[in-house]
């Protein structure tokens, strides 16, 4: 298990910090067991009591099985781990193989669509007068890649769905991460302000095209995606 430097955390989350990124960095593949308790407390340097509140967490979270009598198992936390599992790998986002930020972007291309279109419908003022700036963004890598996060968080919050936010906040360092790289391409922050001017010109006309624009500007990010990365 790597030594991370990391600074003024409680000995919990350290604990925490330094066994997801073990989980994910496969110092502890899936199948593996961990040390056993006295052992892995000494090598975190917290006490057992610390080690068992965190390994409970992981356990509830999908990461690990707890075996009594015996070391906990690692499990297919891909496979088998839930919405809880998303918020503590958010924090691992260096962490992330490149195609989980793909396979993201299709989770995504599935559920931001209805929230727009929902949004859309419910406050179609607040919408307009956000992809309005999405027009007038300065070319800059940063300027796209706030502006991108931004609207797609009004729309879950305006969307009347509460599982909405719920999901699109657990991405956010590694939207955020992913922003950076994608809008550094300026094939991707040509299509985006085309799809901005669109859904603007949809809202103000009360066209019912709404959800199909969008869907359709979230899979040619995911095509511009397949491009970076190969």
């Not at 990391?6 to 502890?28: F, N």
């Not at 599935?110 to 929902?118: G, K």
């Not at 007068?129 to 300027?143: H, I």
Request: aromatic share 10%; proline share 5%.
């Amino acid at each position: 298990m790597k030594t991370d430097n990391v600074i003024q955390m409680r000995p919990s989350a350290y604990a925490e910090h330094r066994l997801v990124t073990a989980l994910l960095d496969g110092t502890y593949p899936p199948g593996s067991t961990l040390p056993n308790e006295r052992s892995l407390a000494v090598e975190l340097g917290v006490t057992r009591p610390t080690l068992r509140e965190v390994l409970q967490r992981l356990s509830r979270e999908g990461w690990i099985k707890i075996q009594h009598g015996k070391p906990s198992r690692v499990k297919d936390y891909w496979a088998t781990g839930g919405l809880a599992l998303l918020s503590t790998l958010a924090d691992h986002a260096q962490y992330i193989p490149d195609n989980a930020i793909l396979h993201l972007l299709e989770v995504r291309a599935l559920f931001i669509p209805a929230a727009t279109a929902q949004a859309t419908a419910a406050a179609p003022a607040a919408i307009a007068d956000c992809f309005a700036q999405g027009r007038r963004l300065t070319e800059t890598t940063g300027a796209y890649a706030v502006f991108d996060w931004q609207w797609q968080v009004l729309a879950t919050r305006l969307s009347g769905n509460p599982f909405f936010p719920l999901i699109l906040n657990d991405f956010a360092a590694v939207f955020k991460k992913a922003g950076i790289l994608y809008f550094g391409e300026s094939a991707a922050r040509a299509a985006s302000k085309s799809f901005y001017q669109q859904v603007h010109q949809a809202i103000i006309h009360r066209e019912k095209s709404i959800q199909a624009l969008v869907e359709a500007a979230l899979r040619k990010s995911i095509q511009i995606w397949q491009e970076l990365e190969t």
